[in-house]
């Protein structure tokens, strides 16, 4: 299976400024304080585009860490201005540098980002930097604190200031495009509690079913055209390709998916694994100006979802899908 797995893989607002007290941490894995604070941050203003590596640099300074803003862009962007932040080298170039380790998943909860603030960790998100009504530019932030009885979080925003208050309705309902992705940097000695606090998405695969179900749900209920956009992202990468045309196709119907990256790539990637190759190279190129960025750095195809789609359709010959 490890050598299947390899093969596939080869193959494949208004800002609000407040004084919060010191930072307050959870006692157990049940209790959270009423508000919490992850303690000193530095504020960091972004340089064009560089709102990601910005971010990393803000969370880093909670380590005590003085990173260079340029430095972290060169290595986590690139050199080409156009180009975005994955998470995918944060963690590689945090434990080069200075010993730490980076995690990113989808499908976070307000919940999750809470509890990462009240155990220390400063969380990072993608999610629209203002209203997408007012402008539709995917943006990276790093929370600090949040405070239930005012119901916002404080985050640390590369483009809009300290300390800026968001609402908990207003946070999660503008993650949502972006598939409800989360970042964190922690230690090597805390790797154990931070597993503890994301729970069950630590695992990749059980974290792809769960945003699947959760997705699929929300945009029955909801039906707009956000939620199906989402909900075709999680389809894609569950490995339900067919779901996933359907869903983006509904998306896009319903309202504009200007700004919201992973359209794309996804929805010509999920046409291609459906072999509808014609419709996908058409549906790429009339995606192509919705968030421009070089054919250098376009995506590839998620060959772990792939992967997953395999093992579903052969099932029955007795291939299982197992994680190390």
Not at 297 to 321: C, M
Request: glycine content about 6%; proline content about 5%; overall charge neutral.
């Amino acid at each position: 299976m490890r050598a299947l797995r390899a093969l596939f893989a080869v193959l494949l607002a208004a800002t609000l400024l407040v004084a919060v007290g010191p930072a307050a941490r959870a006692d157990d894995a049940n209790t959270l304080p009423a508000k919490a604070d992850v303690g000193p941050m530095r504020h960091l203003w972004q340089s064009l585009n560089n709102c990601g590596p910005a971010s990393v640099v803000m969370a880093l300074s909670t380590f005590g860490i003085d990173a260079d803003q340029e430095e972290a862009r060169l290595a986590l962007r690139g050199s080409d201005v156009r180009r975005g932040m994955g998470p995918g080298p944060v963690d590689p170039w945090v434990n080069r540098l200075y010993g730490l380790h980076a995690v990113s998943r989808m499908n976070g909860t307000i919940d999750l980002i809470k509890r990462f603030v009240a155990s220390g960790y400063a969380p990072m998100v993608t999610q629209w930097m203002q209203d997408p009504s007012i402008s539709r530019i995917a943006h990276w932030r790093t929370v600090r604190g949040y405070d239930d009885e005012l119901g916002v979080f404080f985050v640390n925003d590369p483009m809009l200031g300290a300390n800026v208050a968001l609402s908990y309705d207003w946070f999660e309902a503008n993650w949502q495009p972006f598939s409800y992705r989360w970042m964190v940097i922690y230690q090597p000695s805390a790797a154990a509690q931070v597993q503890q606090i994301v729970g069950p998405d630590w695992s990749e695969t059980a974290m792809r079913d769960r945003f699947y179900a959760r997705a699929k749900a929300d945009a029955q209920v909801q039906d707009t055209s956000s939620a199906w956009l989402t909900y075709g992202e999680a389809a894609y990468q569950d490995g339900w390709f067919a779901e996933a045309v359907a869903a983006f196709e509904r998306g896009m119907q319903l309202g504009s998916a200007t700004g919201v990256f992973t359209v794309r790539s996804s929805y010509p990637l999920a046409l291609r694994a459906l072999g509808r190759q014609n419709d996908s190279a058409s549906a790429a190129a009339r995606l192509a100006n919705l968030t421009a960025t070089p054919a250098a750095v376009a995506q590839s195809p998620d060959s772990y979802a792939l992967f997953i789609a395999y093992v579903r359709a052969h099932q029955n010959d007795g291939v299982a899908l197992t994680e190390n």
